[in-house]
């Protein structure tokens, strides 16, 4: 089981750095700033998933005993 919540935590990680060089990218090219403003706030939703992804993963690897 903590492999699942390996592999959903690195895949929610790549999605944060995805939404984070699109964020730099929009503020680079002097996009709009209501785009900056959604997409900061999906890197941090995303980021506090991948936390719980991560906290899950050492849960059920420390209770299966590794």
Do not use: D, E, H, P
């Amino acid at each position: 089981m903590s492999t699942v919540f390996n592999i959903l935590a690195i895949l929610v990680m790549m999605a944060v750095v995805i939404v984070l060089l699109r964020g730099l990218l929009n503020l680079m090219r002097g996009g709009s700033g209501n785009t900056s403003n959604k997409l900061m706030q999906a890197r941090v939703i995303l980021q506090a998933v991948a936390i719980v992804f991560v906290m899950l993963a050492l849960y059920y690897s420390r209770s299966r005993g590794g």
